[in-house]
């Protein structure tokens, strides 16, 4: 048994404008499952495929008071590429966000619900990424997060320090998942964004979830009512979903 990550949810006020904007962050474009849902993914994507992780905004009428350390860092090839990148996206409604982060080579922006992401600096090691380079999360024990993620998910560890960790899809492709310690003292931002996770076609969402419970996983109740995912909270209280497999 085994999950992989397939999306990163948004909640949102609203889903189609927020998801618009990040259709046109990332070149993707945007379809929707029902009311209140868009899906951003790439053009002809077949649903789900390591080669990307996609994004899903769903509009919250009353979000709940908790929020997620959780953003997206997009990739760029040249420091032209990055700076034409910024000013487009402020074109586009983002705005430059102050989170601590001083004197660094990357932007860092908040798209126009304020959710923070990054525009970093060309990194050889996100060339073949697409235009997310990784999904970031905040944490303060990236070691104890890298053994329960890397148990939870098929991907691969690919670095581990006391600083941070990164993970990335068995196949080679797609962006990274990274856990960053967070500095001390450093103003934290707090997100509505959370990532979920699919079972394969053929295993068991239930006896998944008992699975990440028996590495630390808890269960959480964020207002879900009676819906086909369940809602779990990692060793450091982030919330995720499982999925129905796919």
Same mark, same amino acid.
């Given at each position: 048994m085994a999950l992989r990550l397939v999306q990163v949810n948004f909640k949102a006020q609203d889903d189609s404008a927020l998801g618009r904007f990040w259709a046109e962050v990332l070149g993707w474009g945007v379809s929707s499952e029902g009311p209140g849902v868009t899906n951003v993914e790439p053009v002809g994507f077949a649903w789900p495929d390591p080669v990307a992780v996609c994004v899903d905004v769903v509009t919250v009428p009353d979000p709940e008071t908790v929020k997620y350390r959780v953003h997206l860092d997009l990739a760029t090839t040249s420091a032209a590429h990055q700076a034409e990148l910024v000013a487009r996206l402020k074109d586009l409604g983002a705005t430059p966000a102050d989170v601590g982060q001083g004197d660094v080579p990357w932007t860092v922006l908040?798209?126009?619900?304020? !959710?923070?992401?990054?525009?970093? %600096?060309?990194?050889?090691?996100?060339?073949?990424?697409?235009?997310?380079?990784?999904? *970031?999360?905040?944490? +303060?024990?990236?070691? @104890?997060? &890298?053994?329960?993620?890397?148990? +939870?998910?098929?991907? =691969?560890?690919?670095?581990?320090?006391?600083?941070? +960790?990164?993970?990335?899809? &068995?196949? $080679?492709?797609?962006?990274?998942?990274?856990?960053?310690? =967070? =500095?001390?003292? *450093?103003?934290?931002?707090? !997100?509505?964004?959370?990532?979920?996770?699919?079972?394969?076609?053929?295993?068991?969402? +239930?006896? %998944? /979830? /008992?699975?990440?419970? /028996?590495?630390? @996983?808890?269960?959480?109740?964020?207002?879900? $009512?009676? *819906?086909?995912?369940?809602?779990?909270?990692?060793?450091?209280? !982030?919330?995720?979903?499982?999925?129905?497999?796919?």
């Open positions: 908040a798209d126009p619900e304020g !959710n923070v992401f990054c525009v970093l %600096e060309p990194r050889e090691i996100y060339r073949d990424t697409g235009p997310i380079a990784a999904v *970031v999360v905040d944490c +303060a024990d990236p070691r @104890a997060m &890298a053994r329960f993620w890397g148990e +939870a998910m098929d991907w =691969t560890l690919h670095e581990v320090t006391d600083d941070h +960790a990164r993970l990335r899809s &068995a196949k $080679g492709v797609g962006p990274y998942l990274e856990f960053l310690r =967070t =500095t001390p003292g *450093v103003k934290t931002v707090w !997100n509505r964004v959370h990532l979920d996770l699919m079972p394969y076609r053929g295993d068991d969402q +239930a006896a %998944e /979830a /008992a699975r990440l419970g /028996a590495l630390g @996983a808890t269960g959480a109740d964020v207002g879900q $009512g009676d *819906v086909p995912w369940i809602v779990l909270a990692d060793p450091e209280g !982030n919330k995720f979903c499982v999925l129905t497999p796919g």
